[in-house]
């Protein structure tokens, strides 16, 4: 009984010494054939990332198309004025030139009493002549300054659209069909006849 008391003493008297259990090994799970495993990481490019961008793409592209047809307009309307432009300098001309030619014309019946009144005093020299021959020169001149010229055909072949023929004759030492006199000198505004010249035809 000693004994047995003493054991159960000593029994008593010792820590108990926890044991630790296994570690377990981890189990892997089969993964069958064809299946997928699915991601454990997020994709890199979302899909709402992919949206913004072609929202951004299209709205780019409107853009450029809009810009297009601001310069299609831009190049229209300088085209357009620049016809314009022109149309209006070239009426501007024709108005000019179809004033000038009206004045001319009016002008034209003084000269050639002038040019009658000179022939007439030809062999008279008098202050009056003189005077004649002034207003002439500066009529011409100024006639000329706006670019209408006399021209006088003699001895030039016949042309019906610079020339009115007064009389045709046989002329000693002229060729048939050409200018053997003017009675009247003609008048021209660049190619345009403002009055045919009146002549003589050698037959």
Do not use: W
Not at 150 to 164: C, N, V
């Amino acid at each position: 009984m000693a004994a047995e008391r003493h054991r159960d003493a000593l029994a008593e008297s010792e820590p108990e010494v926890e044991q630790e259990a296994p570690e377990e090994a981890p189990v892997e799970v089969p993964v069958e054939d064809g299946a997928e495993q699915a991601p454990s990481e997020p994709s890199c490019e979302p899909e709402d990332a992919e949206q913004q961008l072609m929202n951004d793409l299209e709205e780019l592209a409107a853009k450029a198309e809009k810009a297009d047809e601001y310069l299609l307009l831009a190049q229209r309307t300088q085209a357009d004025f620049e016809n314009y432009r022109k149309r209006a300098a070239r009426e501007a001309a024709l108005a000019q030139e179809r004033g000038i030619a009206k004045l001319a014309k009016e002008l034209l019946p003084a000269i050639d009493n002038l040019d009658r009144a000179l022939k007439a005093a030809s062999e008279e020299q008098s202050p009056l002549t003189e005077g004649i021959k002034l207003v002439h020169t500066d009529l011409l001149s100024a006639l000329q300054r706006v670019g209408v010229e006399p021209f006088s055909p003699e001895g030039e072949p016949f042309d019906p659209q610079l020339h009115e023929a007064v009389a045709q004759q046989p002329i000693e030492g002229a060729e048939s069909g050409t200018v053997a006199e003017v009675f009247q000198q003609g008048y021209r505004l660049g190619d345009t006849v403002l009055r045919p010249a009146r002549v003589l035809v050698a037959a």
